[in-house]
């Protein structure tokens, strides 16, 4: 079915949750005609969809854009339109003052703003299998990169007090040189075995290719802290080797979705796009590709997709009061994304330091100077994904204009 049926259309609100969804279907005049519950498995999400297009629905509105309710949806040529969870709650007072959390009522509302805002809402279009599936490996990469750092945080913590000698001893505390010392040495009672020569041998046994000699790395021990002693170091030695043992779990499942990240990626069609940006590399390319999409139709202007990335800024006018501020509402792990890239970019693409340095002279804080380069980007990233191109820097008329400006 698609939007522009002219015949009286049904409209259809579905509240979901992971045990059951309250569905509500009204008709032009806002009239109920049929309300029903069914529960989140493979049988109830048939019923939904079959009772759906008996019903005649145009459309259904729902608070999420993802997961099995909407795919089963989408699969069945149902269109979807997302009203976000914050937006209900809004909407709620329109249909009365107390703004009480029902799912009875929170599905009409979805279907009754459906009928009356239908040409505000744009239907949400679904990205490829391809895209779906690289967009799942990194989330889950990023997942276990922050769980990685609170890790590394509470070791950190821990060894701060118990072996405080360890930390700073290597140039990182979760690398693989500094686990595997914590793992031979995890405590400061058991690291007082060490001399230099010993402390040599072992560096030597491990392939250690550090700057640091064995004499600095003893120096570094013998200056800090003494640590636990006694019953206090043999507990710290248990908590320290467990937390070793989690950080090495983590970045090995981290090696592994890079691994499937890189191959995902090298399937893609959309690929090329993203590396060429400048220090994309594989993982940025991918995030920047996952969270973008493949589906043209979702961003047809470039201030669509600034919009949806919140780097472009939000203007409030009222009477004689008119303010340019910070845009609060958009996709927050798309704009990470774009920040993520541009802040990086500029260290390869002297269009994009310029930029940064222009914004950064007219007294722009570092986190703003970002987002005005990343909003520039943007006038780059959508064109290149439009028109299915790679980025060529002998093309892009504001990098060559800046390079050709000494020789004029």
């Known amino acids: 079915m698609n ?26 005049d806002g009239q109920v005609i049929e309300r029903f519950t069914v529960a989140h498995s493979a049988a109830g999400l048939a019923q939904v969809t ?16 993802d997961g099995p309710v909407v795919q089963a949806l989408l699969e ?11 937006q209900v709650k809004a909407l709620r007072l329109r249909y009365g003052t107390a703004g009480n959390k029902d799912d009875r009522f929170d599905a009409y509302v979805l279907a009754d703003v459906l009928r009356t805002d239908h040409r505000r809402l744009a239907p949400l279009t679904q990205d490829g299998p391809d895209t779906t599936g690289l967009r799942m490996l990194v989330r889950a990469r990023k997942d276990l990169v922050a769980a990685r750092i609170a890790a590394h945080n509470q070791l950190r913590s821990h060894l701060l007090s118990a072996f405080p000698g360890v930390v700073g001893l290597f140039a990182a505390l979760d690398s693989p040189i500094s686990l595997t010392f914590l793992g031979r040495f995890p405590s400061a009672q058991r690291a007082r075995w060490l001399s230099e020569k010993r402390l ?15 004499a600095d790395l003893m120096a570094h021990l013998r200056e800090a802290p003494a640590g636990m002693d ?31 990240i890189g191959e995902a ?35 047809p202007t470039e201030e669509a ?3 949806a990335a919140g780097v472009s800024p939000s203007t409030r006018a009222s009477g004689r009061s008119h303010a340019v501020v910070f845009r609060h509402a958009c996709d927050k792990r798309l704009r990470e994304a774009l920040i993520d890239f541009a802040a990086d970019s500029r260290q390869a693409n002297p269009w994009a330091k310029d930029i940064y340095d222009r914004a950064r002279a007219r ?42 400006q000494p020789a004029a």
């Open 3 to 28: 939007g522009t049926d002219e015949r009286r259309g049904r409209h259809a609100g579905l509240d979901w949750s992971w045990d059951t969804h309250a569905v509500c279907v009204v008709d032009d």
């Open 200 to 214: 040599a041998a072992w560096l030597s046994s491990v392939g250690y290719c550090g700057r640091q000699s064995a």
């Open 363 to 404: 007294g722009a804080r570092h986190p703003h100077a970002v987002r005005i380069l990343a909003r520039a980007w943007i006038r780059v990233i959508w064109r290149c994904w439009t028109d299915h191109t790679s980025y060529d820097p002998a093309r892009h008329g504001g990098l060559l204009k800046l390079t050709e």
């Open 50 to 65: 079959g009772r759906l297009r008996r019903l005649g629905a145009v459309g259904v509105a729902i608070e999420r854009g």
């Open 305 to 307: 997709l600034a919009a």
């Open 265 to 299: 990626l090298e399937l893609h069609a959309d690929a090329h796009i993203f590396r060429s940006l400048p220090r994309a590399g594989t993982v940025r390319a991918a995030l920047l590709l996952a969270e973008i999409g493949d589906c043209r139709g979702r961003f």
């Open 230 to 260: 006694g019953a206090a170091a043999e507990a710290a030695e248990a908590v320290t080797e467990q937390l070793v043992v989690l950080l090495r779990t983590l970045r090995d499942r981290i090696d592994v979705l890079d691994d499937r």
């Open 76 to 86: 069945a040529d149902l269109q979807v339109f997302v009203i976000t969870s914050r």
